[in-house]
């Protein structure tokens, strides 16, 4: 498996497991989620096409991600 195709199982399985809770994770957990998919901040946002800045600002809680 490419290291792209893992990197959309990672954000298919993080979206996955957001789809079955009520709403999305709090932050913490959403930056405790990325590291143990292994993935980094740059990967995330190049997956989702958003800025790096935007995911630094969900994990602090500052901002909350938008439906596409």
């Given amino acids: ?3 792209q195709d ?3 199982a990672s954000v298919d399985a993080l979206l996955e497991q957001v789809a079955a809770q009520d709403g999305l ?8 989620l990325r590291k143990a998919a292994g993935l980094s901040q740059e990967q995330v946002a190049r997956a989702l096409d958003v ?3 935007a995911v ?7 901002t909350e991600p938008r439906a596409p």
């Fill in 1 to 3: 498996m490419s290291q």
């Fill in 6 to 8: 893992e990197l959309f």
């Fill in 25 to 32: 994770p709090e932050p913490e957990e959403r930056k405790r």
């Fill in 51 to 53: 800025r790096r800045e």
């Fill in 56 to 62: 630094t600002a969900w994990e602090a809680g500052r």
